[in-house]
């Protein structure tokens, strides 16, 4: 897109410098002084609208729009420092935005904000698309009206109208909606970077310009260029058609490259937007994150969020470190303990002082890793590019050896022939099957795959995917549930297990931890009936105490016993080899007596065994990696048969570890489902997301397992073999026609056969080789997973 279509790159204003605003609605810019569609009032903040009928979209659900929040703000100016690349050659690096030098094509931001609006691109060319479907469709009826029985739109419709109206239909669509299109082709040549849009603009201004040429002036041009009808033969649908078909690709294309930056704003969103400083006079105030600096001190409250990486200096709680760690067990903090920044706190109080802020903090480096890695192109999507370098001049100098050759030694009408068969050679090189080849086959794979529960990102993904030879498996929430649950209940010599458990889920009914759910939801799944607990407290790292039914019952770990003097006897070696099975275990005391122990552990998913025997089975090395301590890791590792253990890594170390498989020559695909697998799955060859995990491991995966069950592993495997192959026929197909149809519209068959390919002909074939290229991708529908 043009430098002149970019508004929302620049802060736009209203007359007279008053600061427009977007309708939640549609998104447009509005002038909140006179807004057409009216204001309404939400949650304590006015919203314009363009329309009266936006206005009532929002009155019927106002939460669905202002959820949307950050898209909706003015989109500010670049900040300092920011830069911007291009989408097809990642090595241009601009520090405004603009357009490509090389290809013509948008910058991109390099590292996406929270602030950022929608990609003015691709909202310019879906624009641009919608608008050139329907004249194109209407210009192709108009061209083969003749060809239908009793030629209806010739009875209505003049021959001489006809052209003129199809003239009138094409140029919006030639020279407005495929305006990017031509833009880019003379870029490509002005730049001596020759690539598929300069084939694009070649084969549409040679369609249209000759056919409308054969409309304005008809008389102009010699009688070889007209028919048995003595009419001139006219190409306006082919040149419509074709840049219609590109939009489409083009659409698609920049779709799938707007949705890889969601898992940057998603981790931009853990951070909080502000955090609680604590004076050296012991004043607190709000202030935005970059206005915390090291050294301060930071108050968080009960639920809020951590807003640096920093140090506890008072204060205790429990901190959901899901994001770091993955591990669904909050962690008990208290001072001197390390915390993150976008952690999240539980029901207690902290202070910390800020030890990493800004660019330095974890969450800030997982961002720029995973932006990092994501800034990157298929090969095979540029296979198109590379063939492009050289075909085109081919072209272009095989249409001038016809027309010299013709109009030096053809027979009479020399000139006529000449420019007949070069325009041939033009229009059959036009590149409509190059241009659907890959976003064909990607948009009918994907699909498939959707209906088999694999959603894929890009052809990156489904060419790396079937060359894969080594799977890292993160363990929590991708080979188990990431649910926390009750796995054994031992009660102590003439305990009753059913009164034990009741006791143990009455006291833990006080305590918001994980733990305390999976034995209290373990309580409700018997039907146990559950005793109010008085004087309930909790030991932090040790557990929790409480007086059920007139019993001091105590549950929690062996130090919890060692600090009230109770023995744990026989229990003592139960607990260790549950442990060394993978399980967390809670001794149960009652009035200062052993009473048994119950252990929690987070339960192998049920299809985990099956699928990975079936990656085995397809040669493929399984790498288990994890937070977990070892004893753990490896305990869930020999149930799975997996050989190969990494535990007891932090988020950047997972990364590490995958950099360092495919250091050593490794095809590796990373699998996992938490906010730490983010950087991981961006730095594989290929990442792979369970659909039961977050949003941000969702968005840096290249591919997603919709029901979290790794079996989809083999099916998506399958899947990138067969689209690859469709892509690499509808290739072969778009250039075969062309090696074939060039040489026979140049006039190759002429002094053999004496058979001449019409430009007519030429675009039938050129059709042709679409319709071949859309057949066979449509066969992925049909392709068995």
Same mark, same amino acid.
């Given at each position: 897109?043009?430098?002149?279509?970019?508004?929302?790159?620049?802060?736009?204003?209203?007359?007279?410098?008053?600061?427009?605003?977007?309708?939640?609605?549609?998104?447009?810019?509005?002038?909140?002084?006179?807004?057409?569609?009216?204001?309404?009032?939400?949650? *304590?903040?006015?919203?314009?609208?363009?329309?009266?009928?936006?206005?009532?979209?929002?009155?019927?659900?106002?939460?669905?729009?202002?959820?949307?929040?950050?898209?909706?703000?003015?989109?500010?100016?670049?900040?300092?420092?920011?830069?911007?690349?291009?989408?097809?050659?990642?090595?241009?690096?601009?520090?405004?935005?603009?357009?490509?030098?090389?290809?013509?094509?948008?910058?991109?931001?390099?590292?996406?904000?929270?602030?950022?609006?929608?990609?003015?691109?691709?909202?310019?060319?879906?624009?641009?698309?919608?608008?050139?479907?329907?004249?194109?469709?209407?210009?192709?009826?108009?061209?083969?009206?003749?060809?239908?029985?009793?030629?209806?739109?010739?009875?209505?419709?003049?021959?001489?109208? &006809?052209?003129?109206?199809?003239?009138?239909?094409?140029?919006?669509?030639?020279?407005?909606? *495929?305006?990017?299109?031509?833009?880019?082709?003379?870029?490509?040549?002005?730049?001596?970077?020759?690539?598929?849009?300069?084939?694009?603009?070649?084969?549409?201004?040679?369609?249209?310009?000759?056919?409308?040429?054969?409309?304005?002036?008809?008389?102009?041009?010699?009688?070889?260029?007209?028919?048995?009808?003595?009419?001139?033969?006219?190409?306006?649908?082919?040149?419509?058609?074709?840049?219609?078909?590109?939009?489409?690709?083009?659409?698609?294309?920049?779709?799938?490259?707007?949705?890889?930056?969601?898992?940057?704003?998603?981790?931009?969103?853990?951070?909080?937007?502000?955090?609680?400083?604590?004076?050296?006079?012991?004043?607190?105030?709000?202030?935005?994150?970059?206005?915390?600096?090291?050294?301060? +001190?930071?108050?968080?409250?009960?639920?809020?969020?951590?807003?640096?990486?920093?140090?506890?200096?008072?204060?205790?709680?429990?901190?959901?470190?899901?994001?770091?760690?993955?591990?669904?067990?909050?962690?008990?903090?208290?001072?001197?303990?390390?915390?993150?920044?976008?952690?999240?706190?539980?029901?207690?109080?902290?202070?910390?002082?800020?030890?990493?802020?800004?660019?330095?903090?974890?969450?800030? +480096?997982?961002?720029?890793?995973?932006?990092?890695?994501?800034?990157?192109?298929?090969?095979?999507?540029?296979?198109?590019?590379?063939?492009?370098?050289?075909?085109?001049?081919?072209?272009?100098?095989?249409?001038?050896?016809?027309?010299?050759?013709?109009?030096?030694?053809?027979?009479?009408?020399?000139?006529?022939?000449?420019?007949? &068969?070069?325009?041939?050679?033009?229009?059959?090189?036009?590149?409509?099957?190059?241009?659907?080849?890959?976003?064909?086959?990607?948009?009918?794979?994907?699909?498939?795959?959707?209906?088999?529960?694999?959603?894929?990102?890009?052809?990156?993904?489904?060419?790396?995917?079937?060359?894969?030879?080594?799977?890292?498996?993160?363990?929590?929430?991708?080979?188990?549930?990431?649910?926390?649950?009750?796995?054994?209940?031992?009660?102590?010599?003439?305990?009753?297990?059913?009164?034990?458990?009741?006791?143990?889920?009455?006291?833990?009914?006080?305590?918001?931890?994980?733990?305390?759910?999976?034995?209290?939801?373990?309580?409700?799944?018997?039907?146990?009936?559950?005793?109010?607990?008085?004087?309930?407290?909790?030991?932090?790292?040790?557990?929790?105490?409480?007086?059920?039914?007139?019993?001091?019952?105590?549950?929690? &770990?062996?130090?919890?016993?060692?600090?009230? *003097?109770?023995?744990?006897?026989?229990?003592?070696?139960?607990?260790?080899?549950?442990?060394?099975?993978?399980?967390?275990?809670?001794?149960?005391?009652?009035?200062?007596?052993?009473?048994?122990?119950?252990?929690?552990?987070?339960?192998?998913?049920?299809?985990?065994?099956?699928?990975?025997?079936?990656?085995?089975?397809?040669?493929?090395?399984?790498?288990?990696?994890?937070?977990? *301590?070892?004893?753990?890791?490896?305990?869930?590792?020999?149930?799975?048969?997996?050989?190969?253990?990494?535990?007891?890594?932090?988020?950047?170390?997972?990364?590490?570890?995958?950099?360092?498989?495919?250091?050593?020559?490794?095809?590796?695909?990373?699998?996992?489902?938490?906010?730490?697998?983010?950087?991981?799955?961006?730095?594989?060859?290929?990442?792979?997301?369970?659909?039961?995990?977050?949003?941000?491991?969702?968005?840096?995966?290249?591919?997603?397992?919709?029901?979290?069950?790794?079996?989809?592993?083999?099916?998506?495997?399958?899947?990138?073999?067969?689209?690859?192959? &469709?892509? +690499?026929?509808?290739?072969?197909?778009?250039?075969?026609?062309?090696?074939?149809?060039?040489?026979?519209?140049?006039?190759?068959?002429?002094?053999?056969?004496?058979?001449?390919?019409?430009?007519?002909?030429?675009?039938?074939?050129?059709?042709?080789?679409?319709?071949?290229?859309?057949?066979?991708?449509?066969?992925?529908?049909?392709?068995?997973?």
């Amino acid at each position: 897109m043009r430098a002149t279509e970019q508004p929302v790159h620049v802060h736009p204003a209203a007359e007279g410098g008053a600061e427009r605003v977007r309708d939640p609605v549609c998104g447009m810019w509005v002038d909140p002084a006179a807004p057409r569609g009216g204001s309404a009032e939400h949650a *304590g903040r006015t919203h314009h609208f363009c329309s009266p009928r936006c206005l009532a979209r929002f009155r019927d659900d106002p939460a669905a729009f202002t959820e949307r929040e950050p898209a909706l703000r003015p989109v500010p100016p670049p900040a300092p420092g920011a830069e911007y690349v291009c989408p097809m050659h990642p090595e241009v690096v601009r520090d405004a935005p603009g357009d490509c030098p090389r290809c013509g094509m948008a910058l991109e931001p390099r590292t996406p904000s929270l602030e950022q609006g929608p990609d003015p691109e691709l909202v310019s060319m879906t624009r641009r698309l919608w608008a050139s479907v329907p004249l194109a469709l209407a210009v192709v009826a108009l061209a083969m009206s003749g060809t239908l029985p009793g030629d209806p739109l010739g009875r209505i419709v003049p021959p001489r109208w &006809n052209a003129w109206l199809q003239l009138a239909l094409a140029a919006p669509v030639v020279l407005w909606a *495929g305006g990017p299109l031509l833009a880019r082709g003379w870029a490509s040549v002005v730049n001596r970077h020759l690539n598929m849009f300069t084939l694009i603009a070649l084969g549409t201004l040679a369609a249209f310009g000759f056919s409308a040429v054969g409309t304005i002036f008809p008389g102009a041009l010699p009688d070889g260029f007209a028919g048995h009808d003595g009419r001139v033969h006219l190409y306006f649908e082919a040149a419509a058609a074709i840049t219609a078909l590109v939009l489409l690709g083009q659409v698609l294309e920049l779709r799938a490259r707007h949705a890889t930056s969601g898992a940057i704003r998603a981790l931009l969103g853990l951070a909080p937007a502000t955090a609680r400083r604590v004076g050296a006079d012991g004043r607190e105030e709000d202030v935005t994150l970059d206005r915390v600096a090291v050294g301060d +001190r930071l108050r968080v409250r009960p639920g809020e969020k951590v807003p640096v990486d920093g140090a506890v200096v008072e204060g205790r709680s429990a901190v959901d470190e899901a994001m770091v760690t993955g591990e669904p067990i909050p962690v008990e903090k208290g001072p001197g303990a390390k915390v993150t920044g976008g952690t999240l706190n539980g029901t207690g109080t902290l202070v910390l002082r800020a030890e990493h802020v800004g660019r330095d903090t974890l969450l800030a +480096r997982i961002v720029q890793r995973v932006a990092e890695a994501q800034r990157s192109r298929a090969p095979i999507q540029r296979l198109a590019d590379r063939v492009s370098a050289w075909f085109v001049p081919l072209v272009v100098a095989v249409a001038v050896l016809t027309a010299l050759a013709w109009g030096l030694a053809g027979p009479e009408p020399r000139l006529a022939h000449a420019l007949v &068969n070069a325009v041939a050679v033009l229009i059959i090189a036009c590149p409509c099957a190059l241009g659907l080849a890959t976003p064909m086959s990607i948009m009918v794979g994907t699909g498939r795959g959707a209906l088999a529960g694999v959603l894929v990102r890009d052809a990156a993904a489904l060419e790396v995917l079937a060359r894969v030879d080594t799977l890292v498996l993160d363990k929590t929430g991708t080979l188990t549930e990431g649910k926390p649950r009750l796995a054994a209940l031992e009660p102590a010599r003439g305990v009753d297990a059913g009164a034990l458990l009741r006791l143990a889920a009455s006291v833990e009914r006080g305590s918001e931890h994980p733990l305390a759910a999976a034995i209290v939801g373990a309580a409700g799944e018997r039907g146990l009936s559950l005793s109010p607990v008085r004087d309930f407290a909790s030991a932090t790292g040790q557990g929790v105490t409480g007086l059920v039914d007139g019993a001091r019952v105590a549950l929690g &770990n062996a130090a919890l016993l060692a600090a009230r *003097g109770i023995d744990a006897g026989p229990l003592a070696a139960r607990a260790a080899a549950l442990r060394e099975e993978g399980h967390t275990v809670l001794f149960v005391a009652m009035d200062g007596e052993a009473a048994g122990l119950v252990a929690v552990a987070d339960p192998v998913k049920p299809t985990t065994p099956e699928a990975l025997a079936a990656l085995r089975a397809e040669g493929l090395r399984l790498v288990m990696l994890t937070g977990d *301590g070892r004893a753990t890791a490896e305990a869930v590792a020999r149930r799975l048969g997996v050989s190969e253990v990494e535990a007891d890594v932090v988020p950047e170390q997972k990364a590490e570890v995958v950099r360092r498989l495919r250091a050593a020559g490794a095809v590796v695909a990373m699998a996992g489902d938490g906010v730490n697998d983010a950087p991981a799955l961006a730095e594989a060859d290929v990442g792979i997301a369970m659909g039961t995990g977050t949003d941000v491991a969702m968005e840096s995966a290249g591919v997603t397992l919709v029901k979290g069950d790794l079996r989809g592993l083999v099916r998506a495997r399958r899947l990138s073999r067969a689209t690859i192959a &469709n892509i +690499r026929q509808n290739l072969f197909f778009a250039f075969v026609y062309n090696a074939v149809g060039v040489p026979v519209a140049a006039g190759a068959l002429y002094p053999i056969f004496g058979l001449l390919l019409s430009p007519m002909l030429a675009s039938a074939a050129m059709s042709f080789s679409s319709a071949s290229v859309i057949a066979n991708a449509l066969r992925l529908r049909r392709v068995r997973l």
